[in-house]
């Protein structure tokens, strides 16, 4: 019994993966998202809605009303108005790359912290994400919801 708390006690205390977390990712999923940007100099916030495509271990694409984002092989993928643009992933994509796609540890990326229902990631590096937001439904992830923080260019 003490043995079986102590496992448990230890796969809560260094989740190394979503799927330790507790968190269900299917092979293929499509998720409603919310991102939030905010300019750090005036404070301003301009709010996005999309669908969010996951598969598994290959790619995941981000496709808002106008623009579709799409993260593979360690590559962004912007597409808008039939012309794709092909970028090197870092930043807000690397981060969400890592999240989802990466061999990385999560705990050695973000901060994390339970709520009630969901977990709130906070990236330790520097990055333009200021919080990312997993709602759970019976352990199902149903909702992300992605804050960053942008400047004037």
Do not use: C, H, W
């Amino acid at each position: 019994m003490l043995a079986s708390l102590l496992v448990l006690l230890t796969t809560s205390a260094f989740a190394y993966t979503l799927k330790d977390l507790g968190i269900s990712l299917k092979n293929y999923q499509v998720l409603p998202f919310k991102q939030i940007a905010i300019n750090a100099m005036t404070k301003q916030k301009i709010e996005r809605n999309g669908i969010l495509t996951i598969k598994k271990g290959q790619y995941m694409v981000f496709t808002y009303k106008d623009e579709t984002v799409k993260l593979k092989d360690a590559k962004v993928y912007d597409t808008i108005d039939n012309s794709t643009k092909v970028y090197p992933l870092e930043g807000f994509n690397q981060v969400l790359y890592n999240l989802f796609l990466g061999k990385e540890n999560i705990n050695s990326i973000f901060d994390i912290k339970k709520t009630n229902g969901s977990f709130l990631l906070t990236p330790q590096q520097k990055t333009n994400i200021a919080q990312v937001e997993l709602s759970l439904t019976n352990q199902k992830l149903k909702k992300i919801k992605i804050t960053d923080v942008y400047g004037n260019i």
